[in-house]
T-cell receptor
Framework: GAGVSQTPSNKVTEKGKYVELRCDPISGHTALYWYRQSLGQGPEFLIYFQGTGAADDSGLPNDRFFAVRPEGSVSTLKIQRTERGDSAMYLC?????????????FGEGSRLTVL | AQSVTQPDIHITVSEGASLELRCNYSYGATPYLFWYVQSPGQGLQLLLKYFSGDTLVQGIKGFEAEFKRSQSSFNLRKPSVHWSDAAEYFCAVGAGGKLVFGAGTILRVKS
């Protein structure tokens, strides 16, 4: 597609359940990023992929959060044993130029609500 | 530690009036600075960025921003606001795609 695609756009789950959020970056973009945006806050960095490997996962809040990008394109953010505090908008971005000069192109996000 | 402060949570301006959104940052080295806009139901869109060189940078949609190292500021300006500019604006600092965002400023435009 023309832009970054994220699915689902909305996900409601119960506390303790497992959730997967998918990101399809712009074709040809080698760098992919996940951010989390809580209500009333700016996005917070979670993880960055360059190709298939996680180049920087320092923003993942704990070991319940995991992300993969097995073929260097689509990425999945996985959250185990969800908690109410995980409720947020999860944003994915991609870039054709990893590094300082690369503009990030963001998707519309996946809104996660944990009841 | 890197941080970004956007002192104004909400700003309301009249259509046609000028606009300035404030941004102050804390960064350990020469900063890479960005302004993004987020409209309801849309992803964040880059308005402009500063890496080096001329401290006044031009962006899309008629926006500009000025980097002032002495004040650790990167304020966003527009000479004449349009109703379609109503959105949330985020200032960010960082490098390599790992950005630290401010909490955002919601811009309301009244006719």
């Amino acid at each position: 597609g023309a832009g970054v695609s994220q699915t689902p756009s909305n996900k409601v789950t119960e506390k303790g359940k497992y959730v997967e959020l998918r990101c399809d970056p712009i074709s040809g973009h080698t760098a992919l990023y996940w951010y989390r945006q809580s209500l009333g806050q700016g996005p917070e960095f979670l993880i960055y992929f360059q190709g298939t490997g996680a180049a920087d996962d320092s923003g993942l809040p704990n070991d319940r959060f995991f992300a993969v990008r097995p073929e260097g394109s689509v990425s999945t953010l996985k959250i185990q044993r969800t908690e109410r505090g995980d409720s947020a908008m999860y944003l994915c971005a991609s870039s054709s130029q990893p590094g300082d000069s690369g503009e990030l192109f963001f998707g519309e996000g996946s809104r996660l609500t944990v009841l | 530690a890197q941080s970004v402060t956007q002192p104004d949570i909400h700003i309301t301006v009249s259509e046609g009036a000028s606009l300035e959104l404030r941004c102050n940052y804390s960064y350990g080295a020469t900063p890479y600075l960005f302004w993004y806009v987020q409209s309801p139901g849309q992803g964040l869109q880059l308005l402009l960025k500063y890496f080096s060189g001329d401290t006044l940078v031009q962006g899309i949609k008629g926006f500009e921003a000025e980097f002032k190292r002495s004040q650790s500021s990167f304020n966003l300006r527009k000479p004449s606001v349009h109703w379609s500019d109503a959105a949330e604006y985020f200032c960010a600092v960082g490098a390599g795609g790992k950005l630290v965002f401010g909490a955002g400023t919601i811009l309301r435009v009244k006719s």
